[in-house]
Protein backbone atom coordinates (compact mmCIF):
# COMPACT_ATOMS: atom_id res chain seq x y z
CA UNK A 1 0.00 0.00 0.00
CA UNK A 2 1.37 3.53 -0.94
CA UNK A 3 1.77 6.04 2.03
CA UNK A 4 -0.95 8.44 -0.28
CA UNK A 5 -3.27 5.73 0.55
CA UNK A 6 -2.60 5.54 4.45
CA UNK A 7 -0.03 4.41 6.73
CA UNK A 8 -1.33 1.57 8.73
CA UNK A 9 -0.97 1.97 12.80
CA UNK A 10 -1.84 -1.08 14.89
CA UNK A 11 -3.38 0.10 18.29
CA UNK A 12 -3.79 -1.93 21.59
CA UNK A 13 -5.32 -0.25 24.51
CA UNK A 14 -5.64 -2.12 27.63
CA UNK A 15 -6.15 -1.78 31.30
CA UNK A 16 -3.85 -4.27 32.72
CA UNK A 17 -5.30 -4.43 36.26
CA UNK A 18 -1.59 -3.26 37.80
CA UNK A 19 -0.03 -6.32 36.60
CA UNK A 20 -2.20 -8.33 39.48
CA UNK A 21 -2.65 -11.07 37.11
CA UNK A 22 -0.85 -13.72 34.88
CA UNK A 23 2.18 -11.37 33.82
CA UNK A 24 3.07 -14.44 31.25
CA UNK A 25 -0.76 -14.32 29.73
CA UNK A 26 -0.20 -10.74 29.79
CA UNK A 27 3.36 -10.24 27.49
CA UNK A 28 2.28 -13.18 25.22
CA UNK A 29 -1.47 -11.68 24.32
CA UNK A 30 0.30 -8.41 23.50
CA UNK A 31 3.35 -9.71 21.49
CA UNK A 32 1.29 -11.53 19.75
CA UNK A 33 -1.12 -8.80 18.65
CA UNK A 34 2.07 -7.04 17.69
CA UNK A 35 1.10 -3.39 17.58
CA UNK A 36 2.97 -0.33 16.85
CA UNK A 37 1.30 1.44 20.06
CA UNK A 38 -0.10 0.43 23.54
CA UNK A 39 -2.04 2.49 25.40
CA UNK A 40 -1.92 1.02 28.73
CA UNK A 41 -4.28 1.80 32.14
CA UNK A 42 -3.13 1.06 35.31
CA UNK A 43 0.92 0.59 34.91
CA UNK A 44 3.49 1.30 37.33
CA UNK A 45 3.19 4.58 39.26
CA UNK A 46 4.66 4.32 42.92
CA UNK A 47 8.08 3.52 43.76
CA UNK A 48 10.85 1.97 41.33
CA UNK A 49 7.88 2.84 38.73
CA UNK A 50 10.39 3.85 35.29
CA UNK A 51 12.35 0.64 35.98
CA UNK A 52 9.02 -1.54 36.35
CA UNK A 53 7.83 0.40 33.62
CA UNK A 54 11.02 -0.08 31.20
CA UNK A 55 10.46 -4.16 32.14
CA UNK A 56 6.89 -4.08 31.16
CA UNK A 57 7.63 -2.73 27.84
CA UNK A 58 10.20 -4.79 27.20
CA UNK A 59 8.44 -7.94 27.51
CA UNK A 60 6.19 -6.36 25.34
CA UNK A 61 8.91 -6.10 22.92
CA UNK A 62 8.46 -2.51 22.93
CA UNK A 63 9.94 0.89 24.71
CA UNK A 64 8.44 3.52 26.78
CA UNK A 65 7.69 6.73 25.53
CA UNK A 66 5.24 8.78 27.81
CA UNK A 67 3.81 8.47 31.11
CA UNK A 68 3.98 6.57 34.46
CA UNK A 69 4.18 8.83 37.98
CA UNK A 70 3.45 11.48 36.44
CA UNK A 71 0.84 10.94 34.59
CA UNK A 72 -0.82 8.12 37.61
CA UNK A 73 -0.30 5.16 35.74
CA UNK A 74 -1.34 5.60 32.29
CA UNK A 75 1.54 5.10 29.93
CA UNK A 76 2.13 4.80 25.96
CA UNK A 77 4.11 2.59 24.99
CA UNK A 78 5.47 1.99 20.99
CA UNK A 79 7.59 -0.12 18.42
CA UNK A 80 10.72 0.86 17.19
CA UNK A 81 8.67 1.65 14.12
CA UNK A 82 7.47 4.71 15.81
CA UNK A 83 9.52 7.71 17.02
CA UNK A 84 8.66 10.11 19.66
CA UNK A 85 9.04 13.64 18.92
CA UNK A 86 7.63 15.22 22.16
CA UNK A 87 5.54 13.74 25.17
CA UNK A 88 3.92 15.67 28.22
CA UNK A 89 1.60 14.33 31.13
CA UNK A 90 -1.62 15.52 32.68
CA UNK A 91 -2.63 15.77 36.50
CA UNK A 92 -6.27 15.80 36.69
CA UNK A 93 -7.68 18.31 39.54
CA UNK A 94 -8.10 15.80 43.21
CA UNK A 95 -11.05 15.21 44.78
CA UNK A 96 -10.38 14.76 48.73
CA UNK A 97 -10.37 11.30 49.25
CA UNK A 98 -10.43 9.85 45.76
CA UNK A 99 -8.08 8.54 43.46
CA UNK A 100 -5.51 10.98 41.76
CA UNK A 101 -5.88 10.60 38.25
CA UNK A 102 -4.32 12.07 34.47
CA UNK A 103 -3.82 10.73 31.14
CA UNK A 104 -0.31 10.83 29.00
CA UNK A 105 0.61 12.40 25.41
CA UNK A 106 3.51 11.91 22.82
CA UNK A 107 3.55 13.03 19.31
CA UNK A 108 4.73 10.31 17.81
CA UNK A 109 5.58 9.99 13.73
CA UNK A 110 4.80 6.46 11.45
CA UNK A 111 6.42 6.55 8.12
CA UNK A 112 4.75 9.29 6.39
CA UNK A 113 2.22 10.08 8.80
CA UNK A 114 2.22 11.72 12.54
CA UNK A 115 -0.14 11.78 15.44
CA UNK A 116 -0.79 12.06 18.79
CA UNK A 117 -1.26 9.70 21.38
CA UNK A 118 -3.06 9.73 24.10
CA UNK A 119 -4.56 7.24 27.08
CA UNK A 120 -6.28 8.20 30.36
CA UNK A 121 -8.16 6.14 32.59
CA UNK A 122 -11.14 7.81 34.47
CA UNK A 123 -13.09 7.53 37.80
CA UNK A 124 -15.24 5.14 39.18
CA UNK A 125 -17.31 8.20 40.60
CA UNK A 126 -19.43 9.12 38.18
CA UNK A 127 -19.64 12.57 40.15
CA UNK A 128 -16.04 12.54 39.16
CA UNK A 129 -15.61 11.77 35.59
CA UNK A 130 -17.22 14.65 33.67
CA UNK A 131 -14.30 17.03 35.36
CA UNK A 132 -11.82 14.58 33.96
CA UNK A 133 -13.37 14.13 30.73
CA UNK A 134 -13.53 17.63 30.06
CA UNK A 135 -10.00 18.00 30.78
CA UNK A 136 -9.03 15.18 29.06
CA UNK A 137 -10.75 16.67 26.16
CA UNK A 138 -9.69 19.93 26.20
CA UNK A 139 -5.86 18.64 25.76
CA UNK A 140 -7.51 16.66 22.16
CA UNK A 141 -9.28 18.97 20.86
CA UNK A 142 -6.11 21.51 21.22
CA UNK A 143 -4.19 19.20 19.64
CA UNK A 144 -2.64 19.91 15.65
CA UNK A 145 -1.94 16.63 14.87
CA UNK A 146 -4.67 13.51 14.08
CA UNK A 147 -5.39 12.21 17.52
CA UNK A 148 -5.53 8.45 18.41
CA UNK A 149 -7.15 8.21 22.35
CA UNK A 150 -7.35 5.21 24.10
CA UNK A 151 -9.07 5.18 27.64
CA UNK A 152 -10.82 3.25 30.23
CA UNK A 153 -14.04 5.56 30.92
CA UNK A 154 -15.38 3.34 33.55
CA UNK A 155 -18.75 4.11 31.95
CA UNK A 156 -20.61 3.26 28.88
CA UNK A 157 -21.27 4.84 25.83
CA UNK A 158 -24.23 6.05 27.28
CA UNK A 159 -22.33 8.03 29.86
CA UNK A 160 -21.76 12.05 29.64
CA UNK A 161 -17.71 11.47 30.18
CA UNK A 162 -17.91 9.27 27.36
CA UNK A 163 -20.01 11.57 25.19
CA UNK A 164 -17.68 14.31 26.11
CA UNK A 165 -14.48 12.67 25.40
CA UNK A 166 -15.93 11.23 22.18
CA UNK A 167 -17.56 14.73 20.66
CA UNK A 168 -16.14 15.12 17.23
CA UNK A 169 -14.19 11.63 17.30
CA UNK A 170 -14.80 8.60 15.75
CA UNK A 171 -14.95 5.86 17.71
CA UNK A 172 -13.27 2.71 16.54
CA UNK A 173 -15.89 0.18 17.43
CA UNK A 174 -18.70 1.80 15.74
CA UNK A 175 -17.03 2.42 13.06
CA UNK A 176 -16.22 -1.14 12.66
CA UNK A 177 -19.56 -2.24 13.68
CA UNK A 178 -18.80 -3.63 16.77
CA UNK A 179 -20.01 -1.61 19.25
CA UNK A 180 -21.40 -5.05 20.68
CA UNK A 181 -18.43 -6.03 22.10
CA UNK A 182 -17.81 -6.32 25.53
CA UNK A 183 -14.84 -5.05 27.13
CA UNK A 184 -15.21 -5.43 31.27
CA UNK A 185 -15.10 -7.87 33.11
CA UNK A 186 -13.24 -10.85 31.91
CA UNK A 187 -15.01 -12.86 34.20
CA UNK A 188 -18.76 -11.72 33.33
CA UNK A 189 -18.46 -9.79 29.84
CA UNK A 190 -21.03 -7.43 29.82
CA UNK A 191 -20.32 -3.57 30.10
CA UNK A 192 -17.62 -1.77 26.92
CA UNK A 193 -16.21 0.74 29.29
CA UNK A 194 -12.88 0.75 27.39
CA UNK A 195 -12.64 2.71 24.00
CA UNK A 196 -10.71 3.84 21.08
CA UNK A 197 -11.40 6.99 19.48
CA UNK A 198 -9.57 8.54 16.16
CA UNK A 199 -9.88 11.90 14.49
CA UNK A 200 -11.94 11.95 11.66
CA UNK A 201 -8.98 11.99 9.42
CA UNK A 202 -8.29 8.40 10.55
CA UNK A 203 -9.50 5.43 8.41
CA UNK A 204 -10.19 2.51 11.28
CA UNK A 205 -9.85 -1.18 9.02
CA UNK A 206 -10.15 -3.47 11.86
CA UNK A 207 -11.60 -3.25 15.26
CA UNK A 208 -11.09 -6.48 18.07
CA UNK A 209 -11.60 -6.99 21.71
CA UNK A 210 -9.47 -10.13 22.21
CA UNK A 211 -11.65 -12.76 24.39
CA UNK A 212 -9.49 -15.61 24.84
CA UNK A 213 -7.91 -17.97 27.55
CA UNK A 214 -4.80 -16.42 27.47
CA UNK A 215 -6.39 -12.85 27.86
CA UNK A 216 -8.73 -13.77 30.38
CA UNK A 217 -6.01 -15.24 32.53
CA UNK A 218 -4.00 -11.86 31.69
CA UNK A 219 -6.52 -9.01 33.04
CA UNK A 220 -9.69 -8.05 34.07
CA UNK A 221 -10.44 -6.25 31.48
CA UNK A 222 -9.82 -7.77 27.38
CA UNK A 223 -7.40 -5.19 25.32
CA UNK A 224 -8.79 -3.46 22.43
CA UNK A 225 -7.00 -4.28 19.02
CA UNK A 226 -7.46 -1.69 16.01
CA UNK A 227 -6.40 -1.48 12.97
CA UNK A 228 -5.96 1.95 11.76
CA UNK A 229 -4.54 4.07 8.41
CA UNK A 230 -3.14 7.35 9.16
CA UNK A 231 -3.45 10.59 6.71
CA UNK A 232 0.14 10.63 5.64
CA UNK A 233 1.92 14.11 5.41
CA UNK A 234 1.72 16.10 2.52
Known amino acids: MSENAGVPLRVVSYNIHSQRDDAAALAAVV ?7 VIVQEAPRRFRWR ?5 LAGSFGLVVAAGGLPSLGNLLLTSLRVRVLDTRCQRYPLTPGRHLRGAAYAE ?8 LLAGSHLSTDPAERPAQ ?14 VVAGADLNEGPDGPAWATVGEGLTDAAVAADRADRHTYSCADPRRRIDAVFVDPRIT ?10 QTRR ?13 PAIG
Do not use: I, M
Open 31 to 37: REAAPDV
Open 133 to 146: AAAFKRELAAADLP
Open 204 to 213: VVDYDVVDTP
Open 108 to 115: CRVGGARF
Open 218 to 230: ASDHFPVLVDLLL
Open 51 to 55: QKSAT
